[in-house]
């Protein structure tokens, strides 16, 4: 299903072929811990074919050697250079403003390593900013410090802008939804470094040598994988193995290059 005669019409134009290609983790190649169909094969196919490419997520709890042992119990084998995480991104936005900087941090691994690699010093005294990223376990008393911290003058950011995630019991609450009650106590907007924001694929780009004209975006969300995709230039493709169903489509003012029914709909057009 994909060409200009795709009758979802969704296809605007033929572009060259791609070199590179980014793909969302949740919802495009997992589902709760267990591989999608064709997600193995997809991979397969980057490695045979010689393709740049990227496993990006909005998780920032993990680090990438955690999320590629993660996906191996899921028969999935990527490694973990190829994983690219909001965390990572954030770091390398803060070494980009602030160089040797300092941070009070409300997160996990994925998020305190990431800042250490790039040389951040991470401290509750004074820091330069208060980073917020996903925590299993939100402590009242650390998130009454970051508003104290923001209150004096700390910049604000965090790493994604998710209210909620998700669990076999249901939604929890996420990134968003804490970095809302900082937000409410001391009125100062968080700056949120992964998508939508378009930021987190450029520095992807980066990581791989990418150009937005040859480089793919694949995603199960309109209103963060192919917004961000688009903004950043890149061509699209929806899957609809996640959280956009087909009927959700046409009420976005954007399209997707393509909209397949899952990754295995994607291994024929690498």
């Known amino acids: 299903m994909s ?8 296809v605007r134009a033929e572009r060259r072929p791609a070199e590179c290609w980014l793909t969302d983790m ?29 496993v990006l997520t909005n998780n920032s709890i993990f680090t990438p050697r955690d999320l590629a042992a993660r996906l191996a119990r ?38 305190t ?48 802008p998710d209210v909620t995630g998700p669990s076999p019991e249901g939604p929890l609450p996420a990134t968003g939804s804490v970095a809302a009650m900082i937000t409410k106590a001391t009125g100062a907007e ?25 480089t793919v975006m694949i995603g199960d969300r309109m209103d963060t994988d192919v917004v961000a995709g688009i903004e950043a230039g890149l061509d699209t493709v929806l899957v609809l193995t996640g959280s956009t169903r087909a009927g959700d489509v046409a009420r976005f003012p954007f399209r997707p290059g393509r909209v397949l029914d899952s990754i295995a709909d994607v291994v024929e057009l690498v």
């Open 26 to 54: 949740d919802g495009v190649l997992v589902h709760e811990g267990h591989a999608l169909p064709g997600a193995a094969e997809f991979l397969q196919r980057l490695v045979e074919r010689g393709r740049r490419f990227l």
């Open 113 to 160: 390593t990431a800042l250490y690699e790039v040389g951040y010093t991470l401290t509750d005294t004074d820091p330069d900013y208060v980073v917020l990223g996903e925590t299993r376990t939100y402590s009242f008393e650390a998130i009454t410090r970051a508003i104290r911290l923001v209150g004096r003058g700390a910049r604000f950011i965090a790493t994604n």
């Open 190 to 214: 968080p700056y949120f470094v992964g998508k939508p924001n378009p930021m987190m694929f450029r520095s992807a780009m980066n990581r791989i040598a990418a150009h937005s004209e040859s």
């Open 74 to 111: 899921s028969g999935l084998h990527v490694p973990e250079e190829s994983i690219w995480t909001s965390a990572l991104a954030t770091a390398d936005f803060l070494a980009t403003q602030l160089p040797g900087g300092s941070a009070y941090v409300i997160g996990e691994a994925g998020l």
């Open 3 to 10: 060409g200009p005669a795709d009758t979802r019409g969704h």
